[in-house]
Every structure is written in C-alpha cells, then in structure tokens.
C-alpha cells in the first residue's frame, strides 16, 4: 500500500512544470537569439560583411572588396538569395587583385534594413544608386548580376546608360512580356519563419539545413549562415518573392538598346544543332538580349549557380571579356 502512495503524483504539480517548461524554453530561445545576434553583427563587421549606409530611412549593408584604385569598380547584384557575397568571392578571388567588388544587400537582404514597402525593378535601382552614392562610390560601374539581379541590371543599363561600363548576366532571369495573371502576387506571409527567428529555432536548425556546397571555410560557412539568418524572416525579402513577374513584365517595357558592352553567361547548353535548344534560345534569351543590344553570349552548360559550380572558368570567362573591352 505504502509503495502505491509514493508512485502517484499530485496533477496540479505536474501542471504548473508543463506550463513553467512551456513559458521557460520559448523565453530561453528568444533570449539566445538576442544574445546570439548581437554576436553575430561584430563578427560580420569584423570579417568586412557588415557596413550599413543610410539611404534616408533605412541602411543597406555595402561590402566592398578588392582593389579600391584598380581597373573599375564592379557593383555586384544578387538573385533571390543570400549569401552571395560570400559565395562569389571564391569565383572572384584573382579579379579582386585589379577590381575593386561592392555588393549591396537590397532591402531585407544580407543585412540590410527590412520594409514592407513595394519592391518594385525602379524602386529596388533607386536604393541601389542610393546607397552607392551614400557610400562614396561614384559612377561610371560595371554591373555583374545573377539570377533576378539581372533583371534589376537590365532595368538599370537601359535606364542610366551613362552610368554604367559593361554588364556581366550571369545565368540571369530572362525578362519577357507575361500576361496579366500571370504579374499577379501571391502571398507574402512569412509569420513561421519570423517565429523561427525571433525565437532562436533557426539559429540552431539553419546551419544543419543549409548545404555548404561550395566549400566554404568555416569562417565563411558561419558568415554566410548569418547572411541567411538574416534574410529569411524579412517582409522585403516576402514582398519582392509576390513581385518577380511583374518585375519581369515591367522591365521588358522599358529595355532599350544601348551601346553598354553586355556579356550573358548562360548555363544552358548551347548546342543550337538540337532544334529545341535553338527553339528554347530563340524564344526566351535572344529578343531578352536583342532587345537591350551589344550583347555576347559564352555558354557554359551547367547548374544555375554556375559561379559556384564553375568559378575558375567564370572568371577566365570574364577576364577575357575585360581585354576584350579594352
């Protein structure tokens, strides 16, 4: 009888150490990130990943890298994700001994300051040029883009042509006329991964989840994590996702042909004996690039994030473009 007594346990006890652990560990993780971001911010200032510029009401983190009185400066525009900055210099390593790099995280990105505002092609160039003058940084630039920050180049090149030098695409997203429903946004909700964030959960899960394929070293595994950490729970980042075809739309109709040398490195195959390569040319990259005029393509068939995948043969691509211009 007596050893049946000891076994029960009182519930309201058992209650009150279920809600304890409930309220506890939510507040310990939030407690965590908050300790942990402060950390994070001096290590990315203290490796060179973090230099915000005011451009009136919010920063944009500006990186810049390399030779600050070599051959020109090359104003970098990632796609839709984060980390570039650290990703690319592995392709970049030898141009930084004659270039001078300057990656701009747009608003929610790689630092940058969030906003629920439009992101629209126009606006997104603003805050580009913005921040390069805030920075010191005058023109003319050589724009090198991948992926969707093609088609903010694009946009850019046709509309300040006299700011601009030459234009490097690699694997950019083609800009096209799309029919009306196809600009329409969808949802931009983003509520999971901001409680990821807020409370600690993708401070620990995000380095196992994310793939370091590029061999990054462990310094640049942690910064690129953080980049990403960064990024993920931002309305920005929400907002322009919902806008990609209207971008795309709306910067077809303002592309024009312009005397800026263009260089578009496509990770297609470019075996234009095979009819639906030829066809998948004719009707998505040659009127893009027909369109904005003096243009070259190099293929180099492979994964859309060809600079990783290909960084040597990227950059022998794109110095050999440089003598060509010169």
């Given at each position: 009888?007596?050893?049946?007594q000891?076994?029960?346990?009182?519930?309201?006890?058992?209650?009150?150490?279920?809600?304890?652990?409930v309220?506890?560990v939510?507040?310990?993780?939030?407690i965590?990130h908050?300790?942990k971001?402060?950390?994070?911010?001096?290590?990315?200032?203290?490796?060179?990943?973090?230099?915000?510029?005011?451009?009136?009401?919010?920063?944009?983190?500006?990186?810049?890298?390399?030779?600050?009185?070599?051959?020109?400066?090359?104003?970098?525009?990632?796609?839709m994700?984060?980390?570039?900055?650290?990703e690319?210099?592995?392709?970049?390593?030898k141009?930084?001994?004659?270039?001078?790099?300057?990656?701009?995280?747009?608003?929610?990105?790689d630092?940058?300051?969030?906003?629920?505002?439009?992101r629209?092609?126009?606006?997104?160039?603003?805050?580009?040029?913005d921040a390069?003058?805030?920075?010191?940084?005058?023109?003319p630039?050589?724009?090198?883009?991948?992926s969707?920050g093609?088609?903010y180049?694009?946009?850019?090149v046709?509309?300040?042509?006299e700011e601009?030098?030459?234009?490097?695409?690699i694997?950019g997203?083609?800009i096209?006329p799309?029919t009306?429903?196809?600009?329409g946004?969808?949802?931009?909700?983003n509520?999971?991964?901001k409680?990821?964030?807020?409370?600690?959960?993708?401070?620990i899960?995000?380095?196992?989840?994310?793939?370091?394929?590029s061999a990054?070293?462990?310094?640049?595994?942690?910064?690129?994590?953080?980049?990403?950490?960064?990024?993920?729970?931002?309305?920005?980042?929400?907002?322009?996702?919902?806008?990609?075809?209207?971008n795309?739309?709306?910067v077809?109709?303002?592309?024009?042909?312009?005397?800026v040398?263009?260089?578009?490195?496509?990770?297609?195959?470019?075996?234009?004996e095979?009819s639906?390569?030829?066809?998948?040319?004719?009707?998505e990259?040659?009127?893009?690039?027909?369109?904005?005029?003096?243009?070259e393509?190099?293929?180099?068939p492979?994964?859309?994030?060809?600079?990783k995948?290909?960084?040597?043969?990227?950059?022998?691509i794109i110095?050999?473009?440089?003598?060509?211009?010169?």
């Amino acid at each position: 009888m007596k050893k049946e007594q000891r076994v029960k346990r009182n519930p309201k006890k058992i209650l009150i150490r279920i809600l304890i652990a409930v309220v506890a560990v939510p507040a310990g993780l939030f407690i965590f990130h908050i300790i942990k971001h402060g950390i994070d911010m001096k290590y990315l200032a203290e490796r060179g990943y973090y230099n915000p510029v005011s451009i009136g009401d919010r920063s944009l983190n500006v990186l810049k890298f390399g030779n600050e009185e070599g051959k020109g400066k090359i104003v970098v525009l990632s796609g839709m994700g984060a980390g570039l900055s650290v990703e690319m210099r592995k392709m970049t390593g030898k141009l930084e001994k004659d270039y001078q790099f300057i990656y701009i995280g747009r608003a929610g990105w790689d630092g940058s300051d969030d906003c629920k505002d439009d992101r629209t092609a126009e606006i997104i160039v603003e805050e580009y040029r913005d921040a390069l003058k805030e920075s010191g940084t005058e023109a003319p630039y050589i724009l090198m883009a991948h992926s969707m920050g093609g088609v903010y180049a694009s946009y850019w090149v046709s509309k300040y042509p006299e700011e601009i030098e030459a234009f490097i695409n690699i694997d950019g997203t083609y800009i096209e006329p799309v029919t009306e429903e196809e600009t329409g946004g969808g949802s931009s909700g983003n509520g999971l991964y901001k409680a990821a964030v807020s409370f600690g959960i993708g401070d620990i899960l995000l380095p196992v989840l994310l793939k370091n394929d590029s061999a990054l070293s462990k310094d640049d595994w942690r910064t690129y994590c953080i980049l990403q950490l960064l990024s993920i729970s931002s309305d920005a980042v929400a907002k322009e996702g919902t806008q990609i075809n209207q971008n795309r739309n709306a910067v077809w109709n303002v592309l024009v042909k312009t005397d800026v040398p263009k260089l578009y490195i496509s990770a297609r195959d470019g075996d234009l004996e095979d009819s639906e390569q030829k066809e998948a040319n004719e009707k998505e990259l040659i009127p893009y690039l027909e369109k904005m005029g003096n243009y070259e393509i190099v293929y180099l068939p492979g994964s859309h994030f060809i600079y990783k995948t290909e960084p040597d043969r990227c950059e022998e691509i794109i110095e050999e473009y440089f003598k060509s211009l010169r």
